[in-house]
């Protein structure tokens, strides 16, 4: 599977930005699909969004209210539309469908920046 995320870019604090995920050879419909971000500085990427097969969805307590994650079944796309961005935001975000302990299934994709500035 070859992930591609976008839309990453700087934005204020209080902005908003709606990544996307496009994935090659698997559709996505058959998987939970989750949001990573790897802060500055930080050795580990945290899984901050989910959704599974059924739609439902979870968030990490730390963008609970602002983020929101969607399938875009036809085209075989993830988004997340981040609100009330905050300069805590900033990191780098990678889609990934989450295994056991959270650990990606799949090879990460380049994935995009998102600075936020205060």
């Known amino acids: 599977v070859q992930l591609v995320e976008s839309g990453g870019k700087l934005v204020q604090s209080g902005g908003s930005l709606r990544l996307s995920c496009a994935a090659s050879?698997?559709?996505?419909?058959?998987?939970?699909m989750g949001w990573y971000r790897q802060g500055p500085g930080k050795q580990e990427r945290e899984l901050i969004a989910?959704?599974?097969?059924?739609?439902?969805?979870e968030y990490a307590n730390s963008v609970k209210g602002r983020f929101t994650i969607t399938r875009d079944n036809p085209r075989n796309m993830i988004h997340l539309q981040m609100n009330n961005l905050k300069p805590d935001d900033t990191a780098e975000y990678f889609c990934?469908?989450?295994?056991?302990?959270?650990?990606?299934?799949?090879?990460w994709g380049p994935g995009t920046l998102v600075t936020v500035s205060s």
């Open positions: 990934n469908a989450p295994g056991v302990g959270n650990a990606p299934a799949w090879a």
């Open positions: 989910e959704i599974g097969i059924d739609y439902t969805t």
């Open positions: 050879e698997f559709n996505l419909r058959s998987y939970s």
